[in-house]
């Protein structure tokens, strides 16, 4: 801890600047694996095996039901959305399961992006640090004194070797996590892809065969 410590002093205000970002990152990558992990994700095929039988035995309103008890998860809505208009003809069971899409995707895709934003931030502020680190020990060898010469050298440079380590060190896990993370939201999403078609088939087919709820 303590030579982290060191490290991080003698990186110089940059260090101060990713460690902010660091925190933004962080609470991003918290926040997204709490919700698509556990409010917007569910246990797709089995869901939709429970609503497929309640469907085929008529029971709209207990598919209903099913689908509040996972009133957050992102599927359920875009299911009951079109288990509300069931009886309502074709065009209106599809118009209301595309629309429930519409809104349910960009929730579920929310800030997921942004982890690539901090990740770039990041690795952008470390190279602006070695830059000014740089710049620091060449001003030193032109402008300070022999005895301070390799004083001042060695600050500049562990100030460019300092950002650089700092902000890569922030940037690989935020874009490890927005990859990881951008595969549980496509997993959500294709699930909704998926599931929405076959829902709409099965509740056409049912208006057709003129089943009542």
Do not use: W
């Amino acid at each position: 801890m303590q030579a982290i410590a060191e490290a991080f002093s003698q990186g110089g205000s940059f260090m101060y600047v990713i460690a902010f970002t660091s925190v933004i990152g962080v609470g991003l990558i918290v926040e997204r694996f709490i919700f698509l992990f556990f409010k917007y994700n569910i246990n797709a095929n089995a869901f939709m095996g429970q609503v497929q039988k309640l469907v085929m035995a008529n029971n709209i309103d207990r598919a209903i039901k099913l689908c509040n008890a996972a009133p957050n998860a992102a599927l359920p809505k875009v299911i009951k959305a079109g288990l509300t208009r069931a009886n309502k003809g074709e065009l209106e069971i599809t118009n209301s399961i595309e629309e429930a899409t519409l809104e349910v995707v960009p929730i579920v895709q929310k800030r997921t992006p942004l982890l690539g934003g901090v990740a770039n931030v990041a690795t952008l502020l470390g190279l602006l640090g070695t830059i000014v680190g740089l710049i620091q020990a060449f001003s030193a060898l032109e402008a300070a004194s022999p005895e301070n010469r390799a004083a001042m050298l060695a600050k500049g440079i562990s100030v460019a070797m300092n950002t650089t380590a700092f902000g890569l060190i922030v940037a690989i896990p935020c874009m490890a996590a927005q990859m990881f993370l951008q595969t549980v939201t496509t997993k959500i999403l294709n699930e909704i892809d998926q599931h929405s078609v076959k829902l709409e088939n099965l509740l056409v087919s049912r208006y057709r065969a003129g089943g009542t709820q």
